[in-house]
């Protein structure tokens, strides 16, 4: 993937984290997880309880998580926009969360389930209050036709990296990663299924709100 003007942000300026081990991650992940953009995230502890996590979901929902992730990274690199990386993978790992188990949903739909249990995981890993409210955001506005005015960088690239692999609008702002990230890590007719599961989780037609719309 092209790398941009400025190296995006970790989020963390700590180093010497213990690592995940990749290979006790599932074996469809690995070829996304040896892309740089994840490999060198794999030291920090957010990111290993965010992946750990992520084994609960079904396979093909959990790799599409991961290309949204590197699809959002490639926009940010080629752009030069800094952004919370270790933040906005654990967002990418939880963002359909929500399609997963019988829990009611309220009136957000799975998006709203999906940031209550992203906020959950935050709080549990001691994440603060501010990080923790455009993260949960980004997860929570992701359905969206388009993001907000006010939306964050992470809101944004979240939103562009989940569009773009399920179904491809945008793909002229990272020409080509679709296509390679694919073919790395397939998962066949995975936008119909997401459609099914979506249609299951009975999402309500209209989505929250952005944060400035509330106020």
Same mark, same amino acid.
């Given at each position: 993937?092209?790398?941009?003007? #400025?190296?995006?942000?970790? &989020?963390?300026?700590?180093? &010497?984290?213990?690592?995940?081990?990749?290979?006790?991650?599932?074996?469809?992940?690995?070829?996304?997880?040896?892309?740089?953009?994840?490999?060198?995230?794999? &030291?920090?502890?957010?990111?290993?309880?965010?992946?750990?996590?992520?084994?609960?979901?079904?396979? &093909?929902? @959990?790799?599409?998580? $991961?290309? +949204?992730?590197?699809?959002?990274?490639?926009?940010?690199?080629?752009?030069?926009?800094?952004?919370?990386?270790?933040?906005?993978?654990?967002?990418?790992?939880?963002?359909?969360? %929500?399609?997963?188990?019988?829990?009611?949903?309220?009136?957000?739909?799975?998006?709203?389930?999906?940031?209550?249990?992203?906020?959950?995981?935050?709080?549990?890993?001691?994440? %603060?209050?501010?990080?923790?409210?455009?993260?949960?955001? @980004?997860? /929570?506005?992701?359905?969206?036709?388009?993001? @907000? /005015?006010?939306?964050?960088? #992470?809101?944004?690239?979240?939103?562009? %990296?989940?569009?773009?692999?399920? +179904?491809?609008?945008?793909?002229?702002?990272?020409? %080509?990663?679709?296509?390679?990230?694919?073919? $790395?890590?397939?998962?066949?007719?995975?936008?119909?299924?997401?459609?099914?599961?979506?249609? @299951?989780?009975?999402?309500?037609?209209?989505?929250?709100?952005?944060?400035?719309?509330?106020?």
């Amino acid at each position: 993937m092209t790398a941009g003007r #400025e190296a995006p942000d970790s &989020g963390d300026k700590r180093a &010497g984290w213990p690592a995940v081990a990749p290979e006790s991650l599932p074996g469809a992940w690995q070829p996304l997880l040896e892309r740089p953009a994840l490999a060198e995230l794999l &030291g920090h502890p957010l990111a290993g309880a965010a992946l750990t996590r992520m084994r609960r979901l079904p396979p &093909g929902v @959990a790799v599409h998580s $991961l290309r +949204t992730f590197l699809l959002a990274d490639a926009r940010a690199r080629i752009e030069g926009t800094a952004y919370d990386r270790v933040g906005l993978l654990a967002a990418a790992a939880f963002h359909d969360s %929500g399609l997963v188990g019988r829990a009611p949903l309220g009136r957000g739909g799975f998006p709203g389930r999906s940031a209550e249990l992203l906020d959950r995981f935050l709080a549990g890993q001691q994440v %603060g209050t501010a990080r923790r409210g455009a993260l949960t955001r @980004a997860v /929570r506005e992701h359905m969206r036709p388009f993001p @907000a /005015r006010d939306a964050g960088p #992470e809101a944004r690239l979240l939103h562009f %990296g989940a569009w773009l692999d399920v +179904t491809g609008r945008g793909e002229r702002l990272a020409p %080509g990663d679709r296509r390679r990230l694919a073919a $790395l890590a397939p998962t066949p007719w995975f936008a119909v299924s997401f459609s099914a599961r979506v249609a @299951a989780c009975g999402l309500r037609r209209a989505l929250p709100a952005s944060a400035s719309a509330r106020r």
